[in-house]
């Protein structure tokens, strides 16, 4: 990364191998300067902004449904889901400028940490894995969202703010790009086509029959469902199985745990009343029922 001494108009590049020196030790003055390359513990994990109510508990619902689903998908854990999490896809300064942070995202076969620390980022030029899905929650009209403006290479990059669609569709790449507009509430689904052209472009998924997008690298379907959750009566968005059945949070699961105890010890408690009853009428016809 180049240092705020230099001239705005310069371009910043990664260097190739031709460009690293080969040892610590300073040969030459011809030398290039070393170049800092940020991690993820480097980059900034928020641009300022705040997270609103729902969309921590939307993210929540999402990931706690989902989670059984990717266990089974990834028996050895190695998966990260990750919420309003940076995703770094060029050096840019400020460093913002070079990420997006999608609301909700999930990534296979990366771990949540990174050197025994929360992972804070993910930056493309490290790691090559594409988040299989992001997910945008718009309080707005959506045109940011769906803004296809292009970074143009030049002079002026360091101060573009290319389209987040174009982002996603050209650079990060994620399979699935879902936009849900929560106020209406709507929900648009895009997925990553490799057609006759040389780059794959995103192209709208139609609802099934039951108004669920199918978002099959995970066997899962994405739809709008009415509900309370976090004692918040609205419309949220959730997860089906393939066969339209509600994935369910682990609050909800406790919940079926809990009616389906009270039921069979209702029914146990039901029996033994049976029972006593009908111990009772023998022995006022004196038998015992006890032989």
Not at 152 to 164: A, V, Y
């Amino acid at each position: 990364m180049t240092s705020s001494n230099n001239p705005p108009n310069m371009k910043m590049s990664l260097p190739d191998h031709t460009q690293l020196p080969e040892s610590d030790s300073i040969s030459s003055n011809n030398q290039p300067p070393k170049i800092f390359i940020p991690d993820h513990t480097h980059l900034p994990e928020s641009n300022g902004t705040f997270v609103n109510s729902f969309q921590y508990s939307q993210s929540s619902l999402l990931t706690d449904s989902i989670q059984p689903v990717l266990d089974k998908i990834h028996p050895e854990k190695q998966y990260c889901i990750g919420q309003s999490l940076g995703i770094y896809w060029r050096i840019a300064e400020p460093l913002e400028r070079g990420a997006v942070a999608p609301d909700w995202c999930y990534f296979p076969h990366i771990l949540p940490t990174l050197d025994g620390e929360i992972r804070r980022s993910y930056f493309l030029w490290g790691e090559a894995i594409p988040p299989s899905i992001v997910i945008e929650f718009v309080l707005g009209d959506g045109s940011v969202e769906r803004d296809k403006t292009p970074f143009i290479r030049g002079e002026n990059e360091s101060i573009q703010t290319p389209g987040k669609f174009w982002v996603y569709e050209r650079v990060i790449r994620p399979v699935y790009y879902a936009i849900y507009e929560v106020q209406k509430p709507r929900l648009e689904v895009y997925q990553l086509i490799h057609g006759d052209e040389l780059v794959a472009k995103y192209e709208l998924i139609e609802a099934n029959e039951r108004g669920h997008y199918p978002i099959s690298d995970l066997g899962v379907e994405l739809g709008i469902w009415s509900g309370s959750y976090q004692n918040m009566e609205l419309p949220w968005l959730r997860w089906w199985d393939n066969e339209g059945n509600l994935l369910t949070t682990s609050g909800e699961r406790l919940e079926t745990t809990e009616l389906l105890l009270a039921q069979e010890s209702q029914k146990a408690e039901q029996e033994r009343q049976r029972a006593e009853k009908l111990a009772e009428k023998l022995r006022a016809m004196g038998i015992d029922p006890e032989e």
